[in-house]
């Protein structure tokens, strides 16, 4: 990456900063790899913050069926994890995870997992496992509120047959088929058992992204892991339940009990790749890849759930610091994630240009149908899900529950932090691939801009030019109608 003026002596923001198109040889977009080279068999540079409200089960499987990396977050309970991570190695690669309720569910509770939008639906299957039919989500839009969901179910209704999708069939095959039931959205079933569902839309995307898959063809899955305690044998059991990729994680990160948390983690010799955050200068780069990490995650401040900064003043503004740390990673053979900041497609390309392996999305996915949580909606009518920061008095609350009163007092009278926020789902987004869409597509864009096949060479290639707050909001779309 090469600044076309000198640079700056001040550290910049991704708001600060922009790309400059150069010479493309390049005939489409597709033409591209956004694969990552850090070790972690992800196929997209997307990773899901690991925050309560924002990777579950669900998202950290639709997110790896798409080629990105969910991480789920270390306050879970040991019997949570494990039943967390065995549902993501369940999940079908081929098709989507489907949303199930029981017949005698009411519309209410549908409602509470799905918005009436075009391409969901629920899976209805009774307590013998016998599946009885589905409700396109859309559905739901003005029914009754107590009804129940098996009586709305009007004869079968377009299912589709798992050998769809086969080395002879593909993705097109699954499309047409819907468009030949004159239906968005449909279950599949093997047997009779229901393996998942489909959508148009899901058809076009198995075409375009290739899944993160495990050495056994399932979906990838990675862990956040505390430095306190004995993380050494809470890798030893992420392993043994199958996760692919270690998370330590503090929001200090180079101290000294960081340090040791990676020199008996690495000493076990796991195999998996080793992340550890958060930083934001070279030399901790440099001691977390000395002592074993293999990704080192960056970013102190920059998240919209955060208030180091403000509470603080500790922290660094994000593109400087993944410029920098990013350099002493490649120097060491290592990686950097960039964890934070990210408001808008633009960011992702920036941070990559900077030379991040992937980039860490946190509230922008907490507003998704995917992330944990249920929907709930405001006096408009507007949907929403709860969002809040890890460092935040509810999430001190849920970490450390099982402690007395006192000492739990005393952790909360420290926590920082934003303990509850509405992030509003966006009606023409809300699914996290919809954001997966939007971001991808800039991203391929950003690398044909600067004539790159993928991201190492987007890396070289990229020319960044620093910009005045006037100049940022130039690029900002006006409002319609203006």
Not at 2 to 24: E, I, K, N, Q
Not at 192 to 206: E, F, I, K, P
Not at 245 to 267: C, E, K, P, S, W
Not at 385 to 412: C, H, I, N
Request: one cysteine or more; hydrophobic letters at 45%; proline letters at 6%.
């Amino acid at each position: 990456m090469r600044f076309l003026g000198s640079l700056p002596a001040h550290d910049l923001t991704y708001s600060d900063v922009f790309l400059v198109p150069g010479r493309s040889d390049l005939g489409s977009r597709l033409g591209v790899s956004l694969a990552p080279q850090d070790g972690t068999g992800a196929s997209l540079p997307v990773v899901s913050a690991n925050m309560n409200s924002v990777t579950g089960p669900r998202l950290a499987a639709t997110l790896a069926r798409r080629g990105g990396l969910g991480v789920l977050p270390q306050d879970l309970t040991p019997a949570a994890l494990a039943e967390a991570v065995a549902w993501v190695k369940a999940q079908p690669v081929t098709w989507e995870s489907p949303f199930v309720l029981d017949p005698a569910a009411t519309v209410a509770d549908a409602l509470l997992q799905l918005p009436p939008a075009a391409g969901y639906g629920v899976v209805l299957v009774d307590g013998d496992g016998v599946f009885r039919g589905a409700i396109e989500a859309s559905r739901l839009r003005g029914a009754l509120p107590h009804a129940r969901l098996g009586d709305l179910v009007h004869g079968p209704g377009p299912v589709l047959d798992a050998s769809l999708h086969s080395a002879d069939h593909g993705p097109r095959t699954v499309f047409d088929a819907l468009v030949a039931a004159k239906a968005q959205f449909a279950p599949v079933l093997a047997d009779g058992r229901v393996v998942g569902t489909a959508s148009r839309r899901g058809a076009v995307r198995q075409g375009v992204y290739s899944p993160a898959l495990d050495a056994n063809g399932r979906l990838r899955v990675a862990a956040a892991i505390g430095i306190t305690g004995d993380p050494a044998a809470r890798a030893q059991e992420l392993v043994r339940l199958g996760v692919d990729v270690l998370v330590l994680d503090t929001a200090h990160g180079h101290q000294a009990g960081m340090l040791a948390a990676i020199r008996a983690v690495a000493a076990l010799g796991t195999g998996r790749p080793i992340v550890a955050g958060n930083v934001v200068t070279p030399e901790a780069v440099r001691d977390l890849v000395g002592a074993g990490a293999d990704i080192v995650k960056v970013g102190v401040g920059p998240g919209a759930m955060c208030t180091t900064r403000m509470m603080t003043a500790v922290g660094r503004p994000q593109f400087s610091a993944v410029l920098e740390t990013a350099q002493a990673a490649r120097e060491l053979g290592a990686s950097v994630w960039a964890d934070g900041g990210v408001r808008w497609p633009r960011d992702v390309a920036l941070a990559l240009a900077a030379g991040a392996q992937s980039v860490m999305i946190g509230s922008w996915f907490a507003g998704t149908i995917e992330a944990p949580g249920t929907l709930e909606s405001d006096s408009s009518g507007a949907l929403f899900k709860q969002s809040w920061g890890m460092a935040s008095t509810k999430a001190v609350q849920e970490r450390f529950g099982g402690l007395d009163p006192y000492e739990l007092a005393r952790k909360t009278l420290f926590a920082e932090g934003i303990s509850s926020s509405r992030i509003l789902l966006d009606p023409l987004r809300p699914g996290v691939e919809d954001l997966l869409d939007m971001i991808t597509t800039g991203l391929r864009s950003s690398l044909t801009y600067a004539g790159a096949a993928d991201l190492a060479a987007f890396h070289d290639r990229a020319a960044v030019g620093v910009q005045s707050a006037a100049g940022y909001e130039e690029g900002k779309p006006l409002p319609v109608g203006w």
